[in-house]
């Protein structure tokens, strides 16, 4: 008799989960109604436009907002009932950057260290540590003052690290950094993460969260739109390339949109008013056919664009709207 192999999950275990996360300003929900699973090892990504909700997402899980409704928990100890307890596993890392401007490196972190309850030379050895994977051992001794945006950020990244935290938030650690500096955060991204530091990435750059993140959450108006790894959410406008088309005058004539969808290669076609977005498996082969069936309703292309999927498209046919607004 043939036995079913029992089925193995191979995902790493959760050691996020926000359910339902929501809140209130006065008269303004900021998070609406959030929820998303980070699994261990991960570099999960947040992705948003100004407003989104990011940041307070951020301060909810790190326990400095309490939610109006939601919970969440980060390796099974509750936002709302274990506060001091997450304190202790979670590092942070602010979107407003969180130094003494007069204080040297090096006195930043001894600073915030001995917050964390650390100190003699076990704080010495991994404030080391930590200047050197930021490549700032050589300043020290310099005042943060003098520092450039992208270094000041990565003390600021150091600071959150101090008490080797298995689970970082990271929010928009790239905003007003030079592009050498960004390129090292990256890497020194990649290496917490390797050394078994889960991430949560936050940003409203969607480049760099289809280069850095495993998967992605994409938040708008504090609500989440769309999930996945980076292939699934490209998946979404279509696996081998989009075609954007405009018809000059009017609206599509009915039923072309079924015709259109009745080729082979084209996977999924949208209408708005007189544009078109069709969605296929290669648009250099869908091109043509959809061109016939163009001018065999008598329709007058406008402007046409081809383009392979990215997030920035996704986030502009997912809300009609661009990202950075
Ligand atoms: N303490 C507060 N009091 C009142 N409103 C707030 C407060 N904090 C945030 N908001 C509002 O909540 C909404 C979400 O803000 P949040 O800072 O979470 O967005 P974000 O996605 O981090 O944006 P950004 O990319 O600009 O950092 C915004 O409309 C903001 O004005
Ligand atoms: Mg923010």
Redesign the pocket.
């Known amino acids: 008799m043939a036995v079913t192999p029992p089925e193995i999950d191979d995902m790493p275990d959760p050691i996020v989960i926000a359910d339902n996360l929501e809140k209130r ?2 008269g ?1 929900t ?2 609406d109604g959030v929820s998303f699973t980070i699994r261990e090892g991960q570099i999960f990504g947040l992705l ?10 951020i301060s909810m899980l790190s326990t400095y907002l309490r939610p109006t409704a939601g919970d969440a928990s980060i390796d099974g100890l509750s936002i709302g009932r274990e506060a001091d307890a997450i304190k202790k596993i979670i590092g942070v890392v602010p ?1 407003d950057i969180a130094l003494y401007p007069t204080l040297t490196a090096m006195q930043n972190l001894r600073f915030y260290g001995k917050i964390y309850g650390l100190g003699g030379s076990h704080l010495e050895s991994r404030c080391r540590e930590l200047l050197e994977l930021m490549e700032l051992w050589e300043r020290r001794d310099d005042r943060v003052e003098e520092f450039s945006g992208g270094m000041k950020r990565r003390v600021n990244m150091a600071a959150g690290l101090l008490h080797h935290p298995r689970f970082l938030l990271l ?2 650690p790239t905003v007003g950094v030079d592009p050498q500096s960004r390129e090292h955060i990256f890497e020194t991204i990649f290496r917490i993460r390797d050394s078994g530091t889960t991430i949560l990435y ?1 940003s ?1 750059y969607m480049e760099e969260v289809e280069l850095l993140c495993d998967f992605i959450t994409i ?1 708008d108006r ?1 609500r989440v739109i769309a999930a996945g790894t980076l292939r699934e959410l490209l998946k979404i406008l279509g696996e081998g390339g989009v075609i954007e088309l405009e018809i000059a005058g009017g609206e599509c004539p009915g039923g072309l949109t079924a015709r259109l969808e009745g080729h082979a290669s084209v996977t999924a076609v949208k209408q708005e008013k007189n544009r078109l977005l069709i969605s296929s498996d290669n648009s250099a082969h869908s091109l043509p056919p959809v061109m016939r069936e163009l001018e065999a309703a008598g329709c007058e292309v406008a402007s046409l664009e081809l383009y392979s999927p990215n997030l920035e498209k996704l986030f502009i046919h997912l809300t009609g709207r661009e990202l950075r607004e």
């Open positions: 300003f006065d303004l900021a998070v948003g436009p100004n407003g989104a909700g990011k940041s307070t997402t979107q929010d928009e936050t409203h938040i504090g």
